[in-house]
């Protein structure tokens, strides 16, 4: 009788306990979408039409939260823990919800376009334009500039949809923090199991993947998913450059989107190019 699937918690504890090299390779990708974007002038115009709003966004939520919720929230979690790690959840924990509220905010009204923008022109640049072909036109003009060989979108285009079970998820998590020190991490653990798989979802579309292969994709690699997705979470907490990290992260996804491309590509030629099977014996040789 086969067993049942391992759920959410049980995912994490083998992602805890049992971490694998692809996993630290996974996670790695934000820190390489970071420096890729910083050693590419060509994406600079994509963010900087919405960075100052974006940042003046996160401080008026950040300062708001911190003046009207952190010593409310600090007071009850002093009911449970010592002081001290009352003060450092009570933090992590303002700047979670300042985080989620400023990216809802700004991802719904400001930033999604431009995220696809960014995903498209890295992929451009790496040399995958059959892909972004199939949802925009990518003209061979300005070959040193892949932002001006983009056209506008013909289809539907979206990096990451709005998901109300992360969200659901994300509230009914947030207990979490109660736990003293170690709350924070699981919280960002369990929370990035379900963030990480959305960071691709302009890929999963581009593919053309339905809902059935997009699940199945992201379960093969669902420890990498998550380490990628808690780093993820974690660069939005942190407050002077979390907006700039919103707009590194479709760099990052990117980027991996890339290399699964190639290693996707290059599998299906070694699966062309090998010999065919047959039940005849070989001729003898003279």
Sequence with gaps: MPQPQAGLTENVKRVIVQPTWENVVASSYQIKGIIYFLGHPFLYPLARR????AVLLSVFVLANLFVWAYL???AFLA???????????GTFLVLGESAAVTALLFEAWLVDEVQVDIFDAVLVHKGYD?????????????????VQRLGKPTKSSVYAPFSFRQIAEFVILLPLNFVPYIGVPIFLLLTGYRAGPLQHWRYFKLLDFNKKQRNAFARRRV????????????????????????LTAPVSSALWAADLEARRRQQE??????PAYTDQ??????
């Design 79 to 89: 009911l449970f823990q010592k002081k001290g790690s009352a003060w450092v959840n």
């Design 130 to 146: 059959d892909l972004v072909r199939q949802f925009r036109p990518v003209s061979d003009d300005s070959l040193n500039n892949p």
């Design 269 to 274: 030629t070694d699966v062309v190019q090998a």
């Design 223 to 246: 420890w990498q998913y998550t380490w990628y997705g808690t780093v993820y979470l974690f660069l939005q907490l942190v407050p002077p450059l979390s907006m700039f990290f919103l």
């Design 281 to 286: 014996p070989p001729d003898d040789q003279a």
């Design 72 to 74: 409310p929230q600090v």
């Design 50 to 53: 919405r960075l100052l709003p």
